[in-house]
């Protein structure tokens, strides 16, 4: 009966291991699909106020050209941060049409256009924000 004990007792002990270590395993991998699911929205929420501020440089363009450029910009380096953060398929085709929208516009500006058509930078934005909330 002893021997019969001890035997379930290192039965338990071992299942009760391997319990442990698929919990840690799927709780780090939970977790790290949340944490870039949570970049992924800040990211998106800067691009989000980067475009805001995009809309507004063109209505004030006349007064101070530098603004758009600045808020392209801005959304270009918060693109790298998603881009280089995600894997997901939805998540870096939004990020490459916004990345278009953005050079679109850039190429407006740069050939003279001072009030372009941000509505495709708008809408990717909006894509990017749809892909990105868990």
Do not use: F, H, Y
């Not at 006349?62 to 270009?76: C, G, H, K, M, V």
Request: hydrophobic share 40%; charged share 25%; aromatic share 0%.
């Amino acid at each position: 009966m002893a021997t019969s004990r001890r035997r379930r007792s290192r039965i338990a002990t071992v299942a009760a291991a391997i319990a442990a270590v698929g919990l840690t395993a799927g709780l780090t991998t939970g977790c790290d699909a949340v944490s870039k699911a949570m970049d992924c929205v800040q990211t998106a929420d800067a691009i989000a106020d980067s475009v805001t501020e995009l809309q507004q440089a063109v209505e004030s363009a006349a007064n101070d050209p530098t603004q758009l450029e600045e808020s392209l910009t801005s959304i270009d380096k918060n693109l790298d941060k998603i881009g280089d953060k995600t894997d997901d398929a939805d998540v870096n085709k939004a990020v490459d049409d916004l990345q278009t929208a953005v050079t679109n516009v850039r190429d407006a500006v740069k050939n003279g256009d001072e009030t372009p058509d941000i509505s495709p930078v708008t809408d990717a934005a909006g894509e990017l924000t749809k892909v990105c909330t868990p």
